[in-house]
């Protein structure tokens, strides 16, 4: 460890001469400046990484529990691990259990790198934190600059952590529960592989909106649930616990459901208890659009009689404009959307209650959705689009990914992990390398104040 602090002072402060003269002589803008001064901190964070892990296989070596324990079968076994800083390079010893026929490298488990582990988790965080916006192939360039990580390196990274629950993300009780809330269900549309189309579901809940600009709206404390559902009955269960974990439910005198009437959708009001509900106005519109728009103020004649709620007029001004419409599709078109509107008449109705604020499930699926799903012409399978959908959904609930990953590695190793190694002597041995390494160090002997010396003199300290 000696050698690879000195080595490390020694490469900061000749990288940071060289840069800084480039930047006064040869006029280099401040950004080229930080950018190769982050190239050497990323080596420098390399050197320190492998140091870490090679003085943990000494510690482990040194022990006297592994002694009785394990022999050694093989020295200075060569590893290369994948982390934020860039590929780390080092060795560690590979262990033969004297009781049974295990093998075992017991340094790299004490830290959590498996077996077969090729990537740290924290770059894996960084690669499904970028993948959730973009494709795998340029989250996989992005997110392990100066590397190139694959899209199958990418794609795995997400298969690893599994299913990712609507509840991963801790539920916070509210401290006021109001009198009205708001629930809002849509679906997506994404083209499959194999054909035909997936249709993950979001649905959220919130307190209502507030203005933060010229037009824009925020909606209060949301909470969203999505994924790929075979019955929708399990997400409105999911739903409801959410609910009654977040409010104090009696408090609640109603709920709005929007939506554009979707089965699922208005199997929600059976599972929601004071649910109320109502036909959104973006596809109430097209609907209208649909039925009327082709014939001079058949737009604003459904209207009328849909604001006035007079079912007789609406049958009058359909019949007007299919006796109108020659086309045998554009008919049957109509009446298609006829059917629709009086199907859900009574709850169009509910649109116009003076505590309803209208829905924006359609801007939701687009944001939370649509931009990274459906958007491009991308074929995926059902099981990655339910993940995609999830994470997406984990991410606008304000889940951290880094979190996640973690948690769903310590689940995968928590009955392999090796907890039998007795470090107290480790720790003895580690207060008397990291003394010896930093009490030799030049920088802090030549007595120059320099802001490296003094740095490396605080350190001292600890």
């Given at each position: 460890?000696?050698?690879?602090?000195?080595?490390?002072?020694?490469?900061?402060?000749?990288?940071?001469?060289?840069?800084?003269?480039?930047?006064?002589?040869?006029?280099?803008?401040?950004?080229?400046?930080?950018?190769?001064?982050?190239?050497?901190?990323?080596?420098?964070?390399?050197?320190?990484?492998?140091?870490?892990?090679?003085?943990?296989?000494?510690?482990?070596?040194?022990?006297?529990?592994?002694?009785?324990?394990?022999?050694?079968?093989?020295?200075?076994?060569?590893?290369?691990?994948?982390?934020?800083?860039?590929?780390?390079?080092?060795?560690?010893?590979?262990?033969?259990?004297?009781?049974?026929?295990?093998?075992?490298?017991?340094?790299?488990?004490?830290?959590?790198?498996?077996?077969?582990?090729?990537?740290?988790?924290?770059?894996?965080?960084?690669?499904?934190?970028?993948?959730?916006?973009?494709?795998?192939?340029?989250?996989?360039?992005?997110?392990?600059?100066?590397?190139?990580?694959?899209?199958?390196?990418?794609?795995?990274?997400?298969?690893?952590?599994?299913?990712?629950?609507?509840?991963?993300?801790?539920?916070?009780?509210?401290?006021?529960?109001?009198?009205?809330?708001?629930?809002?269900?849509?679906?997506?549309?994404?083209?499959?592989?194999?054909?035909?189309?997936?249709?993950?579901?979001?649905?959220?809940?919130?307190?209502?909106?507030?203005?933060?600009?010229?037009?824009?709206?925020?909606?209060?404390?949301?909470?969203?649930?999505?994924?790929?559902?075979?019955?929708?009955?399990?997400?409105?269960?999911?739903?409801?616990?959410?609910?009654?974990?977040?409010?104090?439910?009696?408090?609640?005198?109603?709920?709005?459901?929007?939506?554009?009437?979707?089965?699922?959708?208005?199997?929600?009001?059976?599972?929601?208890?004071?649910?109320?509900?109502?036909?959104?106005?973006?596809?109430?519109?097209?609907?209208?659009?649909?039925?009327?728009?082709?014939?001079?103020?058949?737009?604003?004649?459904?209207?009328?009689?849909?604001?006035?709620?007079?079912?007789?007029?609406?049958?009058?001004?359909?019949?007007?404009?299919?006796?109108?419409?020659?086309?045998?599709?554009?008919?049957?078109?109509?009446?298609?959307?006829?059917?629709?509107?009086?199907?859900?008449?009574?709850?169009?109705?509910?649109?116009?209650?003076?505590?309803?604020?209208?829905?924006?499930?359609?801007?939701?699926?687009?944001?939370?959705?649509?931009?990274?799903?459906?958007?491009?012409?991308?074929?995926?399978?059902?099981?990655?689009?339910?993940?995609?959908?999830?994470?997406?959904?984990?991410?606008a609930n304000g889940g951290n990914v880094y979190d996640l990953t973690l948690k769903k590695k310590q689940e995968r190793i928590r009955e392999a992990r090796i907890t039998a190694l007795n470090l107290k002597v480790a720790k003895k041995s580690w207060k008397k390398v990291s003394g010896e390494t930093i009490d030799n160090l030049p920088a802090l002997n030549q007595g120059k104040r320099t802001q490296l010396a003094i740095m490396l003199r605080g350190i001292r300290g600890i």
């Open positions: 460890m000696n050698n690879s602090i000195i080595e490390i002072a020694q490469l900061i402060t000749k990288e940071f001469e060289e840069n800084f003269k480039k930047m006064i002589i040869e006029k280099k803008d401040i950004s080229e400046f930080i950018i190769e001064i982050k190239k050497t901190l990323d080596t420098a964070g390399s050197i320190l990484i492998a140091e870490a892990l090679e003085t943990m296989d000494l510690m482990v070596r040194e022990d006297s529990r592994r002694k009785q324990n394990w022999h050694i079968k093989e020295k200075s076994a060569p590893n290369t691990y994948a982390t934020m800083f860039g590929e780390i390079h080092y060795h560690r010893t590979y262990y033969k259990n004297k009781h049974k026929n295990e093998y075992r490298y017991l340094s790299d488990e004490l830290v959590g790198i498996q077996p077969y582990d090729k990537m740290d988790i924290s770059l894996k965080a960084r690669l499904i934190e970028e993948a959730i916006e973009t494709p795998y192939a340029r989250s996989g360039k992005k997110a392990a600059a100066p590397m190139e990580i694959s899209s199958q390196s990418v794609m795995n990274s997400i298969r690893e952590i599994g299913r990712i629950e609507n509840h991963d993300v801790k539920i916070v009780r509210a401290k006021n529960t109001p009198k009205v809330l708001f629930i809002e269900a849509d679906e997506d549309h994404v083209a499959l592989q194999i054909g035909g189309c997936a249709e993950p579901k979001l649905v959220y809940v919130h307190e209502g909106k507030k203005l933060i600009g010229k037009n824009r709206w925020e909606l209060i404390n949301p909470r969203y649930f999505g994924g790929m559902y075979k019955e929708s009955e399990d997400l409105w269960t999911e739903v409801a616990d959410y609910l009654y974990q977040a409010y104090d439910y009696e408090k609640i005198d109603k709920i709005y459901l929007s939506g554009d009437g979707a089965r699922w959708i208005k199997t929600g009001s059976d599972f929601i208890n004071k649910s109320i509900f109502v036909i959104d106005r973006y596809h109430l519109n097209k609907a209208i659009k649909k039925a009327g728009g082709h014939i001079e103020n058949g737009e604003r004649e459904i209207w009328k009689a849909i604001k006035a709620q007079d079912k007789e007029y609406l049958k009058v001004v359909f019949e007007t404009i299919k006796d109108m419409t020659e086309s045998e599709t554009k008919v049957a078109s109509i009446i298609e959307m006829r059917t629709y509107i009086f199907n859900h008449f009574d709850s169009i109705k509910n649109q116009y209650e003076s505590d309803y604020i209208g829905c924006s499930a359609e801007g939701h699926i687009s944001h939370i959705y649509s931009d990274r799903l459906s958007s491009r012409p991308l074929g995926w399978s059902k099981e990655r689009v339910d993940q995609m959908a999830r994470l997406r959904v984990f991410r």
